[in-house]
């Protein structure tokens, strides 16, 4: 079956970093595109980034562009977010997924919380 087992959330100050890594398992990483999630208190769940099968497109949020970056190893089968200049508003809990046919599959979540 599908897991996707997210880490590297944490508390960071403002202006700091974190990288989050998503490793999948149960299906052929390579050739379906991953995607990144957050959702915060009382939001609706938002797409911040995703990158297409093989380390192709990437795509963003207008509001995490020019300081998130999403990339993958398919050796590892592992997704990444690197997120840097933190704002307090990129508090939430992230989820990797992804999509395979018509079912959406979700990781656990990490929680990411900035604050000084």
């Known amino acids: 079956q599908v897991q996707l087992v997210e880490s590297g959330g944490g508390l960071v100050q403002p202006g700091g970093s974190l990288r989050l890594s998503c490793v999948a398992s149960?299906?052929?990483?390579?050739?379906?595109?991953m995607n990144w999630y957050r959702q915060a208190p009382g939001k609706e769940r938002e797409l911040v980034a995703s990158?297409?099968?093989?380390?192709?497109?990437?795509n963003y949020s207008d509001s995490v562009k020019g300081r998130f970056t999403i990339s993958r190893d398919n050796a590892k089968n592992t997704a990444y977010l690197q997120m840097n200049s933190l704002k307090p508003e990129d508090t939430a809990v992230y989820y990797c997924?992804?999509?395979?046919?018509?079912?959406?599959?979700w990781g656990q979540g990490t929680q990411v919380t900035v604050s000084s």
């Open positions: 997924n992804v999509r395979r046919s018509a079912t959406m599959h």
């Open positions: 990158i297409a099968a093989y380390g192709g497109n990437t």
């Open positions: 149960g299906f052929t990483f390579t050739i379906y595109t």
